[in-house]
C-alpha cells in the first residue's frame, strides 16, 4: 500500500516524457501549422469585431450631433 502513490507519480510522469506527438496524416506541415488555432483567436476576432461596431456607433453619433447641431443653428 505504501509503494502505490510513488508507483502511480512513476506512471504520471512516464507519460509525460516530453516527445513530439506523432505526426497526422494529410496535408503539409506548413499548411496544418497555418491552420492551428489556439483558443485565443476566437477571443480576438470576437474582440476586434467589437472595436469595429465600437467604432461605427461613434462614428453615427458624430454624424447625428453634427445635425443637431446644424438644426440648433
Known sequence: ?????PLL???A???CTGKPPEPQAGGT???R?????????ALKQDEQRAKDVQKLVNKQAEQQRKQIEAQTQ
Open 1 to 5: 500500500m505504501k509503494t502505490l502513490p
Open 9 to 11: 507519480c512513476l506512471f
Open 13 to 15: 510522469l512516464a507519460a
Open 29 to 31: 506541415g506548413q499548411a
Open 33 to 41: 501549422a497555418a491552420s492551428v488555432a489556439t483558443p485565443w483567436d
